[in-house]
């Protein structure tokens, strides 16, 4: 019986360990998080855990867990804030009062202690905005992100390489500052993947004089700013458009925010040449 406990324990953190070695980038930190059971390690784990992403270890004992995660793609607080929205205060975020008081009741912990009195509220409308996705991006910075991808358009649809120059600087300098601890998660997951290349492409046309090349990165950076407005809840109407001619006709898509075709390929040569391909 001992060689059977002894095995399953081996097994158990085996996979524990390959868990966490799949995470890159692995920073790790012990928090303090209110719970009472088993029940409740049940739910702080699973909500804060992501595959390849995060692992959230609670310990009863303690109230503590130790966290895992790829620091390129999530955060301590996106974290903390998940574990606070199911129910679970902690040392960053309070949970909102109405799913602390839906928890079982085995799982209703003391909330005088101290952490529960730490950090702001994750309140209702932030559960509400996590589960449905809505999200004021104003607040967090990528509607300024979209909005100076969209004067390098008109700047290369109107065959203006200062104007464009300047709008990829100023792109460039927005990106520095999106709030990333506002971001939903969805939209903090796009952020992470899309955003070292995109500030990459925005230097690289801010530094260019010569139209052609800024049209030439312009294709790539339309790619980038593709996937993150897919994902993020701005208010702004964008259109997906494409021109079968561009890129050595190979093709090539940006985002507009007019339904009607204003190539930056081509500016005044072709400027209709075009469809819109998706209304995002």
């Known amino acids: 019986m001992k060689k059977i406990s002894f095995f399953l ?29 088993g029940m409740c390690k049940k739910t702080i784990d699973s909500n804060g855990s ?7 270890n609670w310990d009863i004992d303690s109230k503590k867990a130790e966290i895992t995660y790829d620091s390129t793609k999530t955060s301590e607080e996106t974290i903390l804030k998940k574990i606070a929205l199911a129910g679970y205060d902690n040392a960053k975020f309070r949970a909102p009062d109405d799913v602390y008081e839906n928890l079982h ?25 996590m589960n449905h996705g809505k999200h004021e991006v104003q607040k967090n910075g990528l509607d300024a992100v979209l909005t100076n991808y969209l ?31 506002g971001l939903g998660e969805t939209e903090h997951q796009t952020w992470m993947k899309v955003k070292t290349e995109l500030e990459k492409s925005a230097l690289q046309i801010s530094s260019e004089s010569n139209i052609e090349n800024q049209r030439s990165s312009f294709i790539g950076l339309s ?36 339904n009607s075709v204003k190539n930056p390929y081509y500016g005044s040569k072709m400027m209709t040449c075009g469809e819109v391909k998706e209304k995002i």
């Open 9 to 37: 324990t081996l097994i158990l953190g085996l996979g524990l360990n390959t868990t966490i070695a799949q995470i890159k980038n692995e920073k790790t930190i012990t928090v303090a998080i209110n719970g009472n059971c």
């Open 105 to 129: 009741e085995c799982c209703k912990y003391d909330r005088e202690h101290q952490i529960a009195k730490k950090g702001p509220h994750a309140n209702s409308k932030d559960h509400k905005d």
């Open 50 to 56: 992501e595959p390849k992403i995060s692992k959230v």
């Open 151 to 181: 004067s390098i358009k008109d700047a290369l649809v109107a065959t203006d390489s200062k104007s464009a120059a300047d709008a990829a600087k100023k792109l460039a300098s927005e990106i520095k500052k999106v709030d990333m601890a």
């Open 223 to 258: 790619d980038l700013i593709y996937k993150l407005a897919k994902d993020s809840e701005t208010e702004i109407e964008l259109y997906y458009q494409f021109c079968p001619m561009a890129n050595n006709n190979k093709g090539a898509y940006w985002i507009s925010k007019e």
